[in-house]
């Protein structure tokens, strides 16, 4: 079955640093490909999607390409901000299948 | 445009009682979701709703019923609540059937049996 799995938490940056979470996938089929966001106290809000190989995802100043060879999904972000402070889950979905979430990495930005 | 709504925000039952949770949505979407989120892992799918007058099992349904009363509403019961039920529970919605499209989410539900 699909799954995902994404690096463990919690992450703790300064302001202004360089963020990679990982995320690999195992997935029948061509999966479409997200990173959603948990900002504290809130429901789960979608960061970025891909759904094919190669495309990269993109918003907020956070980035995330679709790489079929690695069957990878890593979000990256060039700069952090404290107001980055969340839960970040990345997830799948083939389509006809429900999404399946990672356990999510915790973020702390510091300034 | 109040998005996804879920009543209430927080609510404390004892073993073996019932209650229902709400949740309503003003986008005009066909799919709706129930998941609940647990320490360290992730978000599960209880029941999910493709369209007005259907509903699916999801990942983790035992314990829980749904009723999709309208196009907007998307109820989830609990007929006698367990300690294994404390959760936080959020309600989604998506415009299309497919699951790879956008779902919105509503700020949760924390939920205690005790």
């Known amino acids: 079955g699909n799954s995902v799995t994404q690096m463990e938490g919690p992450v703790t940056l300064s302001e202004e640093a360089f963020l990679t979470i990982n995320c690999t996938y195992t997935a029948t089929g061509y999966p479409s490909l997200f990173w959603y966001v948990q900002y504290p106290g809130e429901g789960l809000q979608l960061l970025l999607k891909a759904t094919k190989a190669d495309d990269k995802g993109s918003n907020k100043g956070f980035e995330a390409t679709y790489r079929k060879e690695t069957t990878s999904f890593h979000l990256e972000k060039g700069s952090v901000q404290v107001s980055d402070s969340a839960v970040y889950f990345c997830a799948l979905s083939s389509g006809n299948t429900p999404l399946v979430f990672g356990k999510g990495t915790r973020l702390s930005v510091i300034a | 445009n109040a998005g996804v709504t879920q009543t209430p925000k927080f609510q404390v039952l004892k073993t073996g009682q019932s209650m229902t949770l709400q949740c309503a949505q003003d986008m005009n979407h066909n799919s709706m979701y129930w998941y609940r989120q647990d320490p360290g892992m992730g978000l599960r799918l209880i029941y999910y709703s493709a369209s007005e007058g259907t509903t699916d099992k999801g990942e983790v349904p035992n314990g829980y019923n749904v009723s999709r009363l309208n196009k907007r509403e998307f109820s989830l019961r609990l007929e006698s609540a367990a300690p294994s039920q404390t959760s936080v529970y959020f309600c989604?919605?998506?415009?299309?059937?497919?699951?790879?499209?956008?779902?919105?989410f509503g700020p949760g539900t924390r939920l205690t049996v005790l």
């Open positions: 989604a919605s998506s415009e299309a059937s497919d699951f790879t499209d956008t779902q919105y």
